[in-house]
């Protein structure tokens, strides 16, 4: 009897247990550092909201906002480790995955222009520079571009030398490091998440961004001025876990690509907007006072930071760095 009993349950476990098994959904922890208002946050959520949907449910997301699962370096790790699936962070944070090349787009005004990112990333280079990030185990599904970053400090700064002695927030990499210290700044690396504190104390000056991230990061409160400076650019990679990815189910990964498509597409069309509307805000809040270059001012500018571009030539190599501009349409400014 107890033999017919243990053999009855297993079963039955076999018959309740395998089905649920089979449908237990493949969860994906999408985890950024942004507000949840901010254009990757509206994106997290609508790629959520279309990956559910195209795959019937297989897939669940979870989207951490605002650092909430994990900084700017630790979320690295933890998708080269397989702790997180999904990530969107900024390129300019690549270096410590081993993967320097990313920051030559911090060259300043490489990428200033829209037409010049979009040339880019569609460019057959990006194919070289992908295979860089998969060999590290990661893959890059797609590219979201923020667009052109402006400066903030509690100094106005209009010329190259309104720098001078300034601690300036950096997000990473030898380009944004040494484009700080040629503007005579003392650059400092923090993650996004200790940004509004350290500006509020002092920690740091001023720093560079999207005027989305100044706008629902509150950074604009405590920052008296603004610079439409547009030296740089702010773009993000959707990356993913290259063995995770790997694994999915054919089915599956289409309807993720799909997701990923429109998503993409979503992303670039909120941020444009967003980044608009964010700086009008900033101006309306009468907290921080907006400035635009004149010609004068952006000549000097470009005479300035030019000469980084060269420096820069030793860590890339002359040839790599004529073949980015060749393959973003840059030209180098004349001052
Ligand atoms: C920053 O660290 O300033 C930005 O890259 C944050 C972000 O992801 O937009």
């Given at each position: ?31 950024h550092v942004v507000s949840?208002?901010a ?26 906002p605002n650092s909430s699962l994990y900084k700017d370096k630790e979320e ?17 944070k ?57 400066y903030t400090a509690n ?11 300034l601690k300036m927030r950096i997000q990473g ?13 003392l650059p400092q690396i923090l993650p996004f998440s200790a940004v509004y504190q350290a500006l509020q104390t002092g920690v740091v000056d001023g720093e560079d961004n999207?005027?989305?991230n100044i706008l629902t990061q509150k950074f604009y409160e405590v920052q008296k001025h603004l ?55 900033i101006?309306?809040?009468?907290k921080t ?47």
């Amino acid at each position: 009897m107890q033999r017919f009993v243990i053999a009855f349950a297993a079963v039955l476990a076999f018959a309740l247990g395998l089905p649920a098994l089979a449908q237990a959904p493949i969860v994906i922890k999408f985890s950024h550092v942004v507000s949840p208002d901010a254009p990757k946050g509206k994106a997290s959520l609508y790629f959520k909201e279309l990956a559910e949907k195209y795959t019937n449910g297989r897939v669940q997301v979870e989207v951490y906002p605002n650092s909430s699962l994990y900084k700017d370096k630790e979320e690295l790790e933890a998708l080269q480790l397989g702790s997180v699936q999904l990530l969107a962070p900024s390129i300019s944070k690549f270096s410590p995955l081993g993967v320097k090349e990313f920051d030559i787009f911090d060259l300043p005004f490489l990428m200033s222009d829209d037409s010049h990112a979009r040339q880019m990333m569609a460019s057959p280079m990006m194919d070289e520079l992908n295979k860089k990030l998969e060999a590290k185990g990661v893959s890059p599904l797609a590219y979201w571009d923020n667009g052109a970053i402006v400066y903030t400090a509690n100094r106005a700064l209009i010329w190259p030398e309104d720098f001078r002695g300034l601690k300036m927030r950096i997000q990473g990499g030898k380009v944004y490091d040494a484009v700080t210290r040629e503007l005579g700044a003392l650059p400092q690396i923090l993650p996004f998440s200790a940004v509004y504190q350290a500006l509020q104390t002092g920690v740091v000056d001023g720093e560079d961004n999207v005027p989305s991230n100044i706008l629902t990061q509150k950074f604009y409160e405590v920052q008296k001025h603004l610079t439409v400076s547009y030296h740089s650019r702010l773009t993000y990679a959707l990356i993913t876990n290259k063995t995770f990815w790997a694994s999915l189910p054919p089915d599956v990964r289409e309807g993720l690509d799909r997701a990923v498509k429109e998503s993409t597409e979503f992303f670039n069309a909120t941020a444009a907007k967003d980044n608009a509307d964010a700086l009008e805000k900033i101006k309306a809040s009468g907290k921080t006072e907006v400035h635009y270059l004149s010609d004068a001012e952006r000549k000097a500018w470009i005479a300035k930071l030019m000469p980084v571009h060269t420096e820069m030539q030793a860590r890339f190599g002359k040839e790599f760095v004529e073949r980015i501009y060749k393959a973003s349409g840059f030209t180098p400014p004349q001052s």
